[in-house]
Every structure is written in C-alpha cells, then in structure tokens.
C-alpha cells in the first residue's frame, strides 16, 4: 500500500500524458482526484499525507485516472464540480461551472442587501449554479431558472431539490418565450458566445461539453443579441441585465446594449484584468 503523498506524485507524472494540460494542471487534477476519493479537504490531505491509501480507494483512483487519460474532464467523471463554495451535481449534458462566472455573483452580492426581495430570471441555467447561488445568498429572492435544454432543467432540478431551496421555480424556454409574464428586478444569463469557426471548440474539453451551451451563430453574438434586445420587456423600472460574454466582445456587447437603449452601461473585469461582463439598467 501506498501513502497519500507517493500516489499523488505517481498520479501527477499519469496525468501529463494529456496534452491538453499543463504540469500544474496534472498536479492540481491529481489532487482533485485524491480529495474526490479519500472525501478529503486539501489540507487534510497535506496533514495526512503519510496515510496509506486502501486497496479499494486505489482501484478507484486507477479508473479514474484511466477515464481522465482517454479526455474526459474531471467534472464528468465525478458527476459534481464546485461553484461558488458549494457542491452541485452535473452530467454531460451541462456545461462544466466556470470560476470566471463567480464574478456575476460578486457583482450582484456586493450591489444588493442580502435580504432584498428581488425578483430574479436565470436564462440559460444549465446546471442551475448562477440561480442556486443567487437563491442561498438572497434568501428573500423569488429566481426563475430557465433553459431550452430539458436535460439541463433535469439537472438543474435535482440540484435545486438537493439544496432545499423554496424560492426557486423552473421553467424550460427558449430564451423567453415561455417565461410566465411578469416582471423581473434582475435577469442574468451566462449564454453560449462561441463563434461557431473559433478553434477553441476543437479542444478536447470543449467537445465533450453540450455544443449548445458554448456555441452561438452571428459571430458568437446571436444568444446575446436575443437575449439584449427582449429583456426590457420582462424588466422592472431600473431593472438590470447582467451578461457574461467573452473578453475580445466587450465592445460590441455594449453597443448591443446602448442600440437598445438600456442605461447605465457598465463593464467588469476577471482577475485577469479582461472584461467578461456587461451589464445595464431598464430606463
Ligand atoms: C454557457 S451555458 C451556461 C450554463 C450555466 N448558467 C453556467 O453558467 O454554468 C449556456 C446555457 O444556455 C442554454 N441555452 C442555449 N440556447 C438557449 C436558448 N435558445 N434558450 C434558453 N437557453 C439556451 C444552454 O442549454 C446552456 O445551458
């Protein structure tokens, strides 16, 4: 039997056999795999790491890592990833929760009361991680996810009924078409903004993920353009969009925004210093 810190060397070196990662990406993996197994924090495994691993938690590992060389992310092979400090289940047919979406949730977190009633719209849910999100932090909230994927509604259900959340409701459209009228405070949407030519969607990662929710026509810009130029009609007086994009489309995202006459219009910067989020206000 081998410890923890062995197994995790061994593990590391496996893993940069893909070429889709770096080193540090091989590294970092290989101790998502030990935590997912062992049911382990990081420091726990840094405390522990002279523990030897079980037969049966190594054979585990090993499929894992089988399946990991064979291209499937992470994510897919442990059915769940984390957003925003908490655990929700995903499968195939959802994107893979980005850390860069956090940013929306800061945004909107550092902006309005915790306990503001606000009414809320999720378009292009998937997985449910932007709406769960927002309905844990503002508990008085009333958030509508929504998504045209009744698999991804699947998805998000299961992880909405995990949380025990009660100001959550569903509903499957295609973009707002079958959103009950009525009028939101705040409608956010991560919608796919990939050009369908960019070459990005070639990497591996990528092609096992939904191509629906990575892919829009017109340049990447066809989902946001939809989504911009219909949401004034579900706003409130002073309501906001708030939509994530890609960084090299910040400038036409706001002059979708301005064209259709939404105020206010401002642009937020990733850690990276890129900006990936525009939002505006209904007049
Ligand atoms: C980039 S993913 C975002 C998923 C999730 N909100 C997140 O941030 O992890 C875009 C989502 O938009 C959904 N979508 C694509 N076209 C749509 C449409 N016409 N109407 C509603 N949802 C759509 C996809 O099914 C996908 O779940």
Known sequence: MESIRSYRK???????NLSTITAREAEL???FILQFVLKETSTQLIIGR???ISENDAGLIESIVKQRLLGTPLAYLFKEWDFYGRTYYINQQTLIPRQDT????DILIQNNKEDSSLKILDLGTGSGVIGLTLAHHFFNAQITLSDISSEAIKVAKINGGNSGLKNIQFVESNWFEKIPPGKFDVIVSNPPYIPKNDKHLKHPEL???PQIALMSELGGLQAITD???NAKQYLNKAGLL???HG???APTVKNIFTANTFNNVRQYQDINSRIRITSGVKI
Do not use: R, S, W
């Open 247 to 249: 960084f090299d489309q």
């Open 50 to 52: 002279n523990k030897k």
């Open 10 to 16: 061994k593990i590391g070196i496996e893993l940069q």
């Open 102 to 105: 956090e940013l929306m949730i």
């Open 227 to 229: 989504i911009v130029k």
């Open 207 to 209: 092609l096992e993920q």
């Open 29 to 31: 993996e290989a101790q």
């Open 242 to 244: 708030m939509i994530e």
